[in-house]
């Protein structure tokens, strides 16, 4: 396969077209809303959690994302190295692709009476999402040159900002107007639905990635008992990064950010629906309507495109870990300005600022990392180790954002432990090098 291949590249790009529906429709928009009414009691607002179990609704459902990044990282490292030392990258990722989209449908039968089901259906389908990736991502310095990795790795994601909202609009019209579409409404049928369409759109749009994506590239056949054969060739892997200075104080760097990044993105709908307000009709201020905190997450994606862009002609011009520095110190202001806004007015700029920032680096981050790894073959190993600290540092940061509010009972103090994140990753995205050190090569 010649590296640039436009077809190659655009099913790639598709994958984001596909997966991205769970991350906004599941993990940002109608489930999170659909979740909050299910545990709440309608007539009086207690939370049904909080009653039945001794903790708060908010909490338990960041615990169970927690749970889902934590399978992934504990198993991800020896899958990769069988990935790698058989060939089979492809045959993972469509082994968590499915997983994710299965326990999205499952969603459907989510209620208050079977809610550790649910619960771990959330932690399956955020394993399926997460797992994915890390194969999916570890395609792209396959298929593109370095210099390309910035831009390409933007595209993926724009196509994931621009799918996951058009199916977002469908299914908040379906949620809004089920008539339009012959939906009873009663029981959360409307929303219910809408968790069939992401795993409908997400297994379906994937095969265009599956039919295009090279099957075992460089003709690695399986031999021998591939689960000692992973075991090796993620230990060589582990040696090798143990000697690039640059790759390990950038992941360092990207472990903390990640935490921050992470968690405004799996729990900005938690913290605007408790603390943000808004006027309503006869100007009586209220918490805010589902509707306005669905244009924010829309502002936020759309914003998105154009901030992954604009970050990588700001890496282009500076390079990429100063255009990192960037976002770094952006998040910071922003985390500095949620923590002291009150009103939905306030939190639509607050969108618009998060979305800017967001694309870009999410797009630079995994971008970067693909064009500090040295000359190998065994890229899903590599990408093991940058996925297992996306997901162990969106562990502790879900984890983290649920004790705090768990302990102090305010979640104004959750965007204190977030913006600290920032302020620690922007210290050591400064002390990553600008050039590498020699690799040593390592024994098997």
Known sequence: MVKGDKRIIRGWTMYDWANSVYSLTITSAVFPLFYAAVTTNSDSGADLVLERYGLPASSLYSYALSAGFLLVA???PILSGIADSTG???TFLKGFCYLGAASCAGLFFFSMEI???GLTLVMLACAGFSGSLIFYDAFLPEIAEPKDHDRISARGYTMGYIGSVLLLIINLLMVMKPDLFGIPDRD???ARISFLTVALWWAGFAQFAFRVLPDDQYGRKPHGN????????LRKVWKELQSTKRLNSYLMAFFVLN??????MYLAVTYAKQEIQEMDANGVAGPIG????????LLIQLVAIVGAFLFVWISKRLGNISALMIGCSVWIILCIGAYRIHWAHEFYVLACGVGLVMGGSQALSRSTYSKFLPETIDHASYFAFYDVSFYLSTVLGT??????????GDLRNTVIIIGSFFVVGLVLLFMVPKKEVAIVAAED
């Open 88 to 90: 089979q990258k492809k």
């Open 188 to 190: 959360g049928l409307p």
């Open 399 to 408: 984890f983290a954002y649920g004790m705090v509010f768990q302990l102090t």
């Open 259 to 264: 935490m921050g990044i992470q968690t405004v």
């Open 74 to 76: 504990l198993i991800s």
């Open 115 to 117: 809610i550790w089901v």
């Open 290 to 297: 589902d509707s306005s905190l669905i244009i924010s997450i």
């Open 226 to 233: 591939v689960i000692v054969n992973g075991y090796r060739e």
